[in-house]
């Protein structure tokens, strides 16, 4: 059973905002002794964040013992918080600042932010690009575990499935609830880390004509366009050539 100390103890775990927003918020319990966490879609549980976004909004209170930040990582966006003493420390930054940020995952009516603890600056775009690599390549694996799981799923029963996902991927009840609900929802769905993945295998060395997307998938017509309007909005894939794509 999980301690109410235990988010400080658990290393905090890098992670796209929008995983944090869309996934489910699981709240603290003093009898159970129990901390809060999120679940992401994904079925990572989260009781610490570390993410990385431009600030695009902040608030001071009156007294100076309240300060927020709204910052934006290109998936969604979220409020840092943080109280007296440490609501000094997120008063240096402005907006258009790009930040990194550890905190806790916390929620107060119904909205799910992240009580600052460390925020720091950040001066090197490289930063940003290898975060978001990371995080990409992070999102193909749980989507792999995730079609298999959906798979399952839909053709077989929810014992079988349980069973399957805690002795192949440690995947609880309560992690297992959340992504069963994010089956049934289409639109919590991330197909940019699959788009991404084909790219690269089609890729020679010279890019990958747009059309080829579209040609060798499975997904509908729509979910390919958004998806590779997405990963170029947010610098993920460039065209060195119209018409023509490759990984950054």
């Known amino acids: 059973m999980s301690d109410l100390n235990e988010s400080h103890r658990m290393p905090a775990n890098r992670v796209r905002i929008s995983d944090i927003v869309n996934g489910k918020y699981f709240p603290s319990n003093a009898e159970l002794k129990k901390a809060g966490y999120v679940i992401t879609p994904y079925g990572r549980r989260l009781f610490r964040a570390d993410i990385l976004g431009t600030v695009t909004d902040r608030f001071v209170n009156a007294d100076e013992t309240y300060c927020s930040l709204t910052i934006d990582d290109g998936t969604q966006s979220i409020r840092l918080k943080a109280f007296k003493a440490e609501a000094k420390r997120l008063m240096k930054f402005e907006v258009g600042d790009r930040v990194r940020a550890i905190g806790k995952v916390r929620d107060y009516s119904g909205e799910t932010y992240v009580a600052a603890e460390i925020v720091r600056g950040i001066e090197d775009p490289n930063v940003e690009s290898m975060r978001r690599l990371d995080l990409l390549q992070l999102l193909i694996r749980e989507r792999r575990i995730v079609n298999e799981l959906k798979t399952i799923f839909d053709d077989s029963s929810l014992e079988e499935l349980a069973q399957i996902a805690e002795k192949k991927y440690s995947i609880g009840e309560e992690q297992l609830d959340v992504m069963i609900l994010n089956f049934r929802n289409t639109r919590t769905v991330d197909y940019k880390p699959l788009i991404l993945e084909m790219l690269v295998k089609l ?46």
Not at 209 to 216: A, D, G, P, V
Not at 225 to 242: T, V, W
């Open 203 to 248: 890729d020679k060395g010279k890019g990958v004509e747009m059309r080829l997307l579209f040609e060798q998938n499975e997904f509908p017509e729509n979910i390919v366009e958004s998806s590779i309007n997405e990963l170029l909005a947010e610098g993920f894939i460039y065209e060195p050539l119209p018409g023509i794509l490759k990984k950054v």
